[in-house]
């Protein structure tokens, strides 16, 4: 059965870092776009970024620019997004996404608090 399933939230204090994973399982994602996305409380889910097959072309929404880094690899089936200086604002969770599946994982929860 096909699934993607994300790995790598927690509470983090304002300024650290995070590393997030997905992990995707009963398919081969090197051909897809992949991209990540998060719903904050009380928000609507949101594009994060994306990339494309090859991982050569991220692309990111105007607010992930500068902190937040989307990379993937083919060979372990794994999409990551690294995010920096954290914020409060970037608490929820996070979703990866494999678009042309129509597939969403379960999420991580990201908390930034100090």
């Known amino acids: 059965q096909a699934q993607l399933v994300e790995s790598g939230g927690g509470l983090v204090e304002p300024g650290g870092s995070l590393n997030l994973s997905c992990a995707a399982s009963g398919f081969l994602f090197g051909p897809f776009t992949m991209s990540w996305h998060r719903q904050s409380p009380g928000k609507a889910r949101e594009l994060v970024a994306s990339?494309?097959?090859?991982?050569?072309?991220?692309n990111y929404v105007d607010y992930a620019k500068g902190r937040f880094t989307i990379s993937r690899d083919n060979t372990k089936n794994i999409l990551y997004l690294r995010i920096d200086d954290l914020k409060p604002e970037d608490t929820g969770v996070y979703y990866c996404?494999?678009?042309?599946?129509?597939?969403w994982g379960q999420g991580t929860q990201v908390t930034v608090s100090s």
């Open positions: 990339i494309n097959p090859d991982g050569d072309q991220p």
């Open positions: 996404r494999c678009p042309f599946k129509a597939m």
